[in-house]
């Protein structure tokens, strides 16, 4: 069972979908939709960290699915297979 909604990840994708974060996105952009999501706990700082690091990286675990781009300086944007009204 995942902690927060779908997945921490894949709520970040809706959020950039529908808009209710921007890209290019960092891990203060995550705090503020932990904040209207309401979640509590809220997760670790480590946690979002790790999750936006493991998104994005093509040497992490093949089967963890990789929704980011890892820009640089912390920031990230979403892989354009995952932008769309389908992945709200």
Same mark, same amino acid.
């Given at each position: 069972?995942?902690?927060?909604?779908?997945?921490?990840?894949r709520?970040?994708?809706?959020?950039?979908?529908?808009?209710?974060?921007?890209?290019?996105?960092?891990?203060?952009?995550?705090?503020?939709?932990?904040?209207?999501?309401g979640?509590?706990?809220?997760?670790?700082?480590?946690?979002?960290?790790?999750?936006?690091?493991?998104?994005?990286s093509?040497?992490?675990?093949?089967?963890?699915?990789?929704?980011?781009?890892?820009?640089?300086? $912390?920031?990230?944007?979403?892989?354009?297979?995952?932008? $769309?009204?389908?992945?709200?």
């Open positions: 069972m995942v902690k927060y909604g779908r997945g921490l990840n709520e970040l994708v809706a959020a950039v979908n529908t808009g209710l974060i921007s890209e290019l996105f960092s891990v203060k952009d995550i705090r503020k939709l932990i904040q209207v999501k979640w509590r706990p809220s997760p670790p700082e480590a946690y979002i960290t790790v999750a936006l690091a493991n998104g994005s093509d040497e992490h675990s093949k089967s963890f699915t990789k929704y980011f781009v890892s820009i640089g300086d $912390g920031m990230y944007k979403l892989r354009l297979e995952y932008k $769309g009204s389908k992945w709200k």
